[in-house]
T-cell receptor
Framework: GEDVEQSLFLSVREGDSSVINCTYTDSSSTYLYWYKQEPGAGLQLLTYIFSNMDMKQDQRLTVLLNKKDKHLSLCIADTQTGDSAIYFCAERTYNTDKLIFGTGTRLQVFP | DVKVTQSSRYLVKRTGEKVFLECVQDMDHENMFWYRQDPGLGLRLIYFSYDVKMKEKGDIPEGYSVSREKKERFSLILESASTNQTSMYLC????????????????FGPGTRLTVL
């Protein structure tokens, strides 16, 4: 079945770039998403990429997609303490509204 | 401002009790979802509803049931709560991809942290 994997933790210094990685198994994925969960809150969509794209940039966020390797990355430039959160990648496959979520990566930003 | 609300932020119940978790959305979305979130396991889909009175099992439906009598409300029911159901429960909603935007964002509630003693 489908599986989405992420590393559990990432720690970076304020001002550095963060790279959060995700691998997925379903080659029929249509959209891939990054959601952010701040402490005590639900998930909020950060960005998404359609499967026929390689890259998408949105202010400090860059999403890279390597479809051949089924690898997705979220790059955060100039990471701030307010970026500390859990980041989930998710995939949606063809002809369904359901998402498969990864395990989540807890990003900790220290001064 | 779009909103998904959940009836409780924190809930403590005893083993064997019947538990109702309520979720309401104000966006006229067709789809509603219940997930549980556990550390190291991410979000796992319990049940999905794509229309009133319609439901589909997710990845971990055992021990749960759902009810969707009105479009805006989706209830998760634990018929007889057990300690292994202690978790964070998240509700979400989205448009049917044929009607909404193609990327079809899911909107989440703040979660209910359930403890079963």
């Amino acid at each position: 079945g489908e599986d989405v994997e992420q590393s559990l933790f990432l720690s970076v210094r304020e001002g550095d770039s963060s790279v959060i990685n995700c691998t997925y198994t379903d080659s029929s994925s249509t959209y891939l998403y990054w959601y952010k969960q701040e402490p005590g809150a639900g998930l909020q969509l950060l960005t998404y990429i359609f499967s026929n794209m390689d890259m998408k940039q949105d202010q400090r966020l860059t999403v890279l997609l390597n479809k051949k390797d089924k690898h997705l990355s979220l790059c955060i430039a100039d990471t701030q303490t307010g970026d500390s959160a859990i980041y989930f990648c998710a995939e949606r496959t063809y002809n369904t509204d359901k998402l498969i979520f990864g395990t989540g990566t807890r990003l900790q930003v220290f001064p | 401002d779009v909103k998904v609300t959940q009836s409780s932020r924190y809930l403590v119940k005893r083993t064997g009790e019947k538990v109702f978790l309520e979720c309401v959305q104000d966006m006229d979305h067709e789809n509603m979802f219940w997930y549980r979130q556990d550390p190291g396991l991410g979000l796992r889909l319990i049940y999905f509803s794509y229309d009133v009175k319609m439901k589909e099992k997710g990845d971990i439906p055992e021990g749960y049931s759902v009810s969707r009598e009105k479009k805006e409300r989706f209830s998760l029911i634990l018929e007889s709560a057990s300690t292994n159901q202690t978790s964070m429960y998240l509700c979400a909603s989205s448009r049917t991809s044929g009607r909404g935007s193609r990327y079809n964002e899911q909107f989440f509630g703040p979660g209910t942290r359930l403890t079963v003693l």
